[in-house]
């Protein structure tokens, strides 16, 4: 916490002012100078309309994905199942800078660089194997009467998950969807390597050219920090509740 | 009238019981297609990759040569390797305790219900949610070394630039010793899915346990120490585990932002940014393909020792 | 009359162990079955067989004249009740019980109008807006029947739905269970381990023991000719009395003739008259009074034991040594070596 109000603390400071000889959490004089000339120099406009296109397409269909493929899991073949969360789970453990050479070089052979499409593709991931494992635990602990209930009334697995399964997880959903979220708004390594047209730049590789413009305007820089984690926090804060205090109903 | 002799072995029809029909099958097959695709083309294909661009030079713009052993043996002999690999190796050893052991702290101070509590909860979470670059970009702000606050703090009281007692601040960015302590000290603030998950375990102990020991008269430490720590052992044992394995990871944003892989020499050079320097600024993708092949070999090794991890505490809480 | 259901040497497998045994049942139209049975009999997994839930390894499951093997649950047409009723948690009870019509394409209006008919039927028609979440278990219960009445399939299978019940509800319930029966005239298939609910609620009675159907008869037949000392035991508590037919006890009226081969005789606690002047000694071990009621626990000679049941206000003192006696009429005979019904 105390990290989070430096950064606004900071990013309210007047650009271009000798150091404070003492530390200062209200700035004096409090400016918004260093927010305005984020907007002018960084392109922060542009690129946050890029990372709000990706998180528009991506958090769905990731969510869609990993929803999809973990009732899936519930319902096939009890081998198949071991075999695909066997390999979820050796993907989990795959560090993901493990993975960036020969990622580029498949989506460089598709040509695909310089486009938003490989910043959009772990959705295919469910962003996270991690996030198709929980969600295949969540529709696992549902009562097994339920699904045989629905098989006794014909419903087919797709409307099974939609009418049934899918609403009676919506904790679940309301958390992976935030998450996944924080993660695609967050990602740096991705545009890094694949986006090099500044048309295309996303918010956080928007706020890397901005401090690299003038490494020593802290205001400035801060002040577009704030810009790219403000979106991020509310969406997380607003869904935290679920996982951090959903236990927290008097036991026994 | 027994139709045994018609009907298919038992085996077979029992393993078709959760999706008896075509449609069924079908529907299944659909739903679990687009991550079958993202789990091989985004993972298992790149990794089959690694393991053929190793074994080339290849820069993107000439068709791949075959290599053979070259490139491993040069990763041998590259000193800039040998440092990024002892970096990383060294920042798994030092931070990742560290963070979990603050996110147990955390964790066992927060899980009861009390004033407060949900507000230090979200607190302590909230950084994980921060941006990496942004957080990386506050880092840079707050480790400088005239205008960062952390040295304003250390200065305060002190004349002439010194701390009050007496002695020069530390010039984080710049002194090796400095550096990797600010990127260790960066990483403890982001443990918050650490934290989540022990908050979870710690609130999932029984709770007859502790009220017997509380019949026992039994110290803190001691519930600590004979409850809390053995019963908890194996969730700390995978999450470090899990941690070291992605430190290999969050290790590069802090190094690309704040310190650049300096100060010299190479201080602050993690497996991660040698992979993305050698393949991405020298265009060496054999050379980075290789160097990823240890790192995965180093997250191979990370599993094994969960996997035992795992199968010990099974045959522990068995007997 | 036309067959509601027809199971024909029907085996069936969990995992690699055979869970039922070429079972063969047939249930006419508008009748009441019972599979009764102790845990692990199998019983479940019939109702799961004839829903379709379960595959067969072997047999035919006929339903309605029409064979139904091969086809998926849902073409089945056949309806059940869950032991945990089963009920969408985020469904009201009308969407509960319109939820088989709608997901069929049954117009919306019209499904929900034949909901609360058959809420009505059920006596459920008070709750139509609430959720499961707020329902007692005698309610749920309700409208698990009422979601399985309303597409008036061909067979209904309830699955020990009475299990979750308290003690006086259950007893409600299940002469509620048989007037709707009555009312509606359906083929019902019901699962139970509760002997007394099989000799009230059905019409007839099947008992299965270890995936094998024992006996298949009325209420009457199947307490008053037990097939087997299987059947015999597990229907009446305290269970029947059986001791080998040339031991200490003999009923002292007309004997049948008997055969050469070992035989085992035996008769309920009801049946043992204490007050005789002659017959069977015995020692009381330890007498249970409940009300007006009580059992006498007693040893026979080399150790064998009876139960006999007793008026409270005439009950024995532990320790007494007393005289039993019983009739030829009150007996049943069995084979001692395959515990079959021996028949004079």
């Known amino acids: 916490m105390p990290p989070l109000l430096l950064l606004v603390s900071g990013s309210l400071t007047e650009p271009g002012l000798p150091p404070s000889p003492t530390p200062q959490l209200v700035p004096d004089p409090l400016s918004t100078t260093g927010y305005e000339r984020a907007l002018d120099l960084g392109g922060l406009l542009r690129a ?31 081998r198949a199942t071991a075999v695909v969360v066997a390999a979820s789970l050796v993907a989990l453990m795959v560090p993901a800078t493990a993975l960036l050479v020969p990622r580029f070089a498949i989506f460089r052979l598709l040509g695909l660089t310089d486009t938003l499409v490989p910043l959009i593709a772990p959705a295919l991931l469910g ?126 | 009238m027994s139709a045994s002799g018609e009907a298919p072995p038992a085996r077979a029809r029992a393993r078709a019981a959760r999706s008896p029909d075509r449609r069924s099958r079908r529907h299944l097959a659909l739903m679990l297609t687009p991550y079958l695709v993202g789990l091989v083309g985004l ?30 043996a040069a990763l041998l002999e590259d000193p800039i390797f040998r440092v990024a690999l002892l970096n990383s190796v060294v920042f798994a050893l030092v931070a990742v305790p ?49 205008y960062g606050p952390i040295n304003q703090l250390l200065r305060a009281g002190g004349e002439h630039g010194l701390t009050a007692l007496g002695r020069t601040p530390p010039q984080w960015l710049t002194d090796p010793t400095s ?86 020499p190479y201080a602050t050079t993690y497996l991660s940014l040698f992979v993305y320097q050698t393949g991405f600024e020298y265009l060496r993708y054999g050379y980075a393909a290789a160097a990823t092949l240890v790192m995965m070999l180093l997250t191979v090794a990370a599993v094994l020792v969960q996997w035992r991890l795992i199968r010990r505490y099974r045959r522990f809480f068995q007997v | 009359m036309t067959d509601g259901l027809v199971l024909d040497g029907v085996s069936a497998a969990y995992r690699d162990t055979a869970v039922l045994h070429e079972v063969d049942l047939s249930v006419s139209r508008g009748e009441l079955l019972v599979v009764l049975g102790p845990s692990g009999a199998g019983k479940s997994t019939v109702l799961r067989v004839v829903a379709g839930l379960e595959p ?84 749920r219960q309700r409208v698990a029947l009422a979601r399985a009445l309303v597409r008036e399939p061909d067979v209904f299978l309830l699955d020990e739905p009475l299990s979750n019940l308290d003690l ?18 359906a083929t019902m298939v019901h699962v139970t381990h509760d002997q007394t609910e ?75 008259a204490l007050d005789a002047t002659e017959g069977t000694p015995a020692t009381v071990d330890r007498v249970e009074v409940i009300g007006e009621d009580a059992f006498a626990y007693l040893s026979l000679a080399a150790g064998h034991q009876v139960v006999a049941r007793v008026p409270a206000a005439r009950r024995p003192e532990r320790g007494a040594a007393v005289r039993l006696d019983v009739r030829w009429a009150d007996a049943h005979l069995f084979h001692a070596a395959t515990g079959r019904r021996y028949q004079p």
């Open chain 2, 179 to 264: 550096a990797r302590a600010g990127i260790i000290l960066m990483s403890l603030f982001t443990m918050g899915e650490t934290f989540v998950v022990l908050l979870a375990a710690r609130r999932a102990l029984p709770r007859d346990v502790y009220e017997m020991a509380a019949i026992e008269d039994a110290t803190g430490w001691d519930v600590f120490r004979r409850i809390t720590l053995p019963l908890m052992a194996p969730v700390l044992a995978l999450l470090a585990v899990r941690d070291a394995v992605a430190s290999l990871h969050f290790t590069f944003v802090p190094a690309f932002v704040v310190t650049d892989g300096g100060p010299p």
């Open chain 1, 48 to 78: 946050s309309l890029n990372s709000v296109l990706v998180a528009v397409v991506a958090v769905p269909l990731s969510v869609l994905v990993a929803s999809l493929a973990g009732f899936a899991l519930t319902r096939i073949a009890p």
């Open chain 3, 198 to 272: 099989a000799l009230v609620l059905a019409d007839r009675i099947a008992v299965l023991r270890d995936g094998r159907v024992e006996q298949v008869g009325t209420p009457d037949e199947i307490w008053r000719a037990p097939a087997s000392t299987f059947v015999a035991r597990f229907v009446g508590s305290p269970a029947m009395n059986l001791l080998p037919a040339d031991g200490p006890l003999r009923p002292r009226d007309d004997a049948p003739t008997l055969g050469e081969e070992p035989l085992e005789i035996g008769f309920r606690p009801e049946a043992v």
């Open chain 2, 98 to 146: 560290l963070r979990v052991l603050l996110a147990l702290g955390l964790a066992l101070l927060l899980h009861r219900r009390a004033r407060g509590v949900g507000t230090a909860r979200t607190a302590a979470l909230l950084p994980t949610a921060v941006p990496e670059i942004a957080y990386g970009l506050l880092w840079l702000w707050l480790f400088n070394p005239l």
């Open chain 3, 168 to 185: 006086a509800l259950r007893a409600e319930m299940r002469a509620e269970l048989r007037a709707l029966h009555d009312r509606i005239g």
């Open chain 2, 43 to 72: 993972v298992l294909v790149p990794a089959l990759v690694t393991l053929g661009l190793s074994v080339t030079h290849y820069d993107l713009l000439r068709p791949p040569t075959w290599a053979g052993l070259d490139n491993f």
């Open chain 3, 56 to 139: 067969v390894t072997a047999g035919r499951v006929r339903i309605a004249d029409r064979d139904v093997t091969d086809e998926r649950p849902g073409r089945r047409n056949v309806s059940m009740v869950f032991q945990s009723y089963a009920l969408f948690p985020h469904l009201t009870v009308v969407e509960n019980i319109a939820f088989g019509l709608e997901v069929r394409d049954t117009p919306r209006r019209l499904a929900r109008e034949r909901a609360r008919a058959a809420a009505e039927t059920v006596g459920c028609a008070g709750l139509l807006d609430r959720r499961p979440g707020q329902l007692s278990g005698g309610e």
């Open chain 1, 127 to 252: 962003t996270s194997p991690l996030y198709v494992l929980v969600y295949y635990l969540a529709f696992r602990a549902l009562p097994a009467d339920l699904y045989d209930a629905c098989l006794v009334e014909d419903l087919s697995p797709l409307r099974t998950w939609w009418r049934v399964a899918l609403p009676l997880v919506r904790p679940v959903t309301a958390g992976l969807t935030a998450l996944t979220f924080v993660l695609t708004w967050s990602n740096f390594l991705d545009p890094l390597i694949y986006v090099y047209d500044r048309d295309l730049f996303t918010l956080p590789l928007a706020l890397r050219s901005l401090s690299l413009l003038d490494p020593t305007n802290f205001p400035v820089f801060l002040a577009g920090a704030v810009i790219a984690t403000v979106p991020a926090l509310v969406v997380f804060a607003l869904a935290q509740r679920r996982f951090l205090h959903h236990d927290d109903r008097p036991e026994g």
